[in-house]
């Protein structure tokens, strides 16, 4: 399996699929409450000039998502067709 990255090292037309929200009490709870829970495909749409915010696309919506709250979020990228096992 391989390793998950954080949402924010994702660069501009990436798609992935979060795995895990680690944030805890109410970061944790705002940040699921923006739709960011595990199994959701997420896809960088853009970044602000200084890289932050990163501008995300999940569910028919953009999200804008400060670097130190998606820090908070683990993806894995899609595997491609025919890899692994």
């Known amino acids: 399996m391989?390793?998950?990255m954080r949402l924010r090292?994702?660069?501009v037309g990436q798609r992935a699929v979060i795995r895990t929200v680690?944030?805890?009490?109410?970061?944790?709870r705002r940040i699921r409450d923006m739709g960011l829970v595990p199994g959701t495909e997420v896809e960088v749409v853009g970044r602000a000039?200084?890289?932050?915010?990163?501008?995300?696309?999940m569910k028919g919506f953009?999200?804008?998502l400060r670097n130190?709250?998606?820090?908070?979020?683990?993806v894995d990228?899609?595997?491609?067709?025919?890899?692994?096992?």
């Open 2 to 4: 391989p390793q998950p």
């Open 9 to 11: 090292d994702l660069k």
């Open 22 to 28: 680690s944030a805890q009490g109410e970061l944790g």
């Open 49 to 57: 000039p200084l890289k932050d915010p990163v501008a995300l696309r």
């Open 62 to 64: 953009t999200l804008s």
């Open 68 to 74: 130190n709250e998606a820090d908070y979020v683990l």
């Open 77 to 85: 990228l899609p595997t491609a067709p025919g890899a692994g096992s």
